[in-house]
């Protein structure tokens, strides 16, 4: 499948990079909106809805970008409630202590929601896993294993949390793409963990 750009998906973009401007990725080399660029491709090879490939640009705004700068209500009155709702399916809740609950705690909140959301949810999740799996493992052959310190878990806990979330997608979604694509990227950390 190959990504047809529209007005909406530009709008997005535009809409991503000005809430995400000034940040950069956990190794400080890239801007931060490379991400969210990269899960929209991959979400584009899963599936030309709209909705999923806008909701794919803005994954990260409810967890990483501050209310008053690009929040819930602007997504909504720009894109719509649905797309609202898949930035929702994908963003770790934060209420009930977040970011002070501890790491494990909100990995296992977000693997049962995981289990919960719509499939489009799902695919959008997968493709920000195998994103970041991805450039973890770049960064681990360039680095080393100082990257571990610009993240809250070890090694071995990023690996499980992983594996895990590809034990719930190989559940969703079965034999796709998807699936396959998340598989590969965990077998890359996990030569590389080993």
């Not at 801007?31 to 929209?40: D, K, L």
């Not at 602007?74 to 790491?103: C, H, M, N, Y």
């Not at 959301?117 to 195998?130: N, Q």
Request: proline share 5%; hydrophobic share 45%.
């Amino acid at each position: 499948m190959a990504l047809t750009w529209t007005p909406r998906i530009d709008r997005a973009l535009q809409q991503a990079a000005q809430a995400h401007a000034g940040q950069r990725r956990k190794s400080g080399a890239a801007p931060y909106i490379s991400h969210p660029v990269a899960v929209a491709l991959l979400v584009s090879e899963y599936t030309a809805d709209e909705d999923v490939i806008v909701a794919a640009l803005l994954h990260d705004v409810l967890e990483d970008v501050p209310p008053e700068v690009y929040g819930a209500r602007q997504i909504e009155a720009d894109f719509g409630p649905r797309v609202l709702e898949l930035v929702r399916g994908v963003s770790e809740d934060k209420t009930a202590g977040w970011p002070q609950a501890p790491w494990l705690e909100r990995k296992k909140g977000y693997l049962a929601r995981l289990r919960e959301v719509p499939r489009e949810c799902v695919l959008i999740s997968v493709a920000d896993k195998t994103h970041n799996l991805h450039s973890l493992c770049a960064d681990l052959e360039q680095q080393g294993a100082e990257v571990w310190d610009h993240f809250n878990a070890s090694a071995e806990q990023t690996l499980w949390f992983q594996r895990a979330v590809a034990e719930v997608v190989r559940l969703r979604l079965g034999e796709h793409r998807a699936t396959s694509d998340l598989e590969v990227a965990v077998g890359r950390l996990a030569g590389l963990v080993a």
